[in-house]
C-alpha cells in the first residue's frame, strides 16, 4: 500500500475537526466530527450515533467525501485537505485500534456510548499556498484491477 506524503500526514495530525460530505436518493449532508487519523490504516475515526442523519445515508452509500482545513484570512497561508473514501462501522481488531487511538487523543470520549466509524481514505488533495499559491499534492488509493474484467470482451 503506498502512503500519502508526509506533509500531507503532518497536516491531517495536526487537526481534529473532519467535514464529513454524505449523500443518499439525491440528498447531500454534511457533519463536523472530531476525528483522530489512523497512519498505518490510512484511515480517519470519528464517533457518531446510528440515528444522525449523516450516519443514516452512509448506510445507503458508503461512499463520502470531506475536507479538513485550516481558517486563515490570509491567502498565503491557506491549507486544506480535501478527501474521498469509504465509510464502516469500526469492529473486531480494527475496533480494538480505532477505540485506543480515539481514546488517546480525545480521553473525555471514554464517558461516551457511542459508535466509532472509520473512513478508509481513498483519494486526498493537499493545497498548500505556503509551498507556493495553488499548490496540490495529491494522493490516491491505488485500485485492484481485476484481469478478467479489464480483458475485450469479444474475446
Known amino acids: 500500500m ?3 506524503d508526509k506533509r500531507i500526514v503532518d497536516f491531517i495530525n ?4 473532519l467535514t464529513l460530505a454524505t449523500s443518499f436518493d439525491e440528498e447531500p449532508y454534511c457533519a463536523n466530527c472530531f476525528y483522530v487519523y489512523m497512519e ?4 480517519l475515526v470519528f464517533t457518531s450515533d446510528y440515528d444522525t442523519k449523516h450516519i443514516r445515508q452512509a448506510s ?5 467525501a470531506g475536507s479538513i482545513v485550516l481558517e486563515t484570512s490570509i491567502i498565503g497561508k491557506i491549507q486544506g485537505i480535501q478527501l474521498q473514501g ?9 475496533l480494538v485500534e480505532a477505540r485506543k487511538a ?8 471514554m ?3 457511542t ?10 488533495k493537499f493545497t498548500d499556498n505556503r509551498l507556493g499559491f495553488g499548490k496540490k499534492l495529491i494522493w490516491e488509493k491505488a485500485l485492484i484491477v481485476d484481469p478478467f474484467l479489464s480483458r475485450n470482451l469479444s474475446e
Open 2 to 4: 503506498s502512503f500519502p
Open 14 to 17: 495536526e487537526h481534529h475537526v
Open 40 to 43: 498505518e490504516e490510512n484511515s
Open 60 to 64: 445507503h452509500n458508503i461512499y463520502v
Open 86 to 94: 469509504i465509510i464502516s462501522e469500526a469492529r473486531d481488531g480494527l
Open 102 to 109: 480515539f481514546l488517546k487523543r480525545f480521553p473525555i470520549a
Open 111 to 113: 464517558l461516551m456510548k
Open 115 to 124: 459508535t466509532l466509524w472509520v473512513v478508509d481514505l481513498t483519494f486526498l
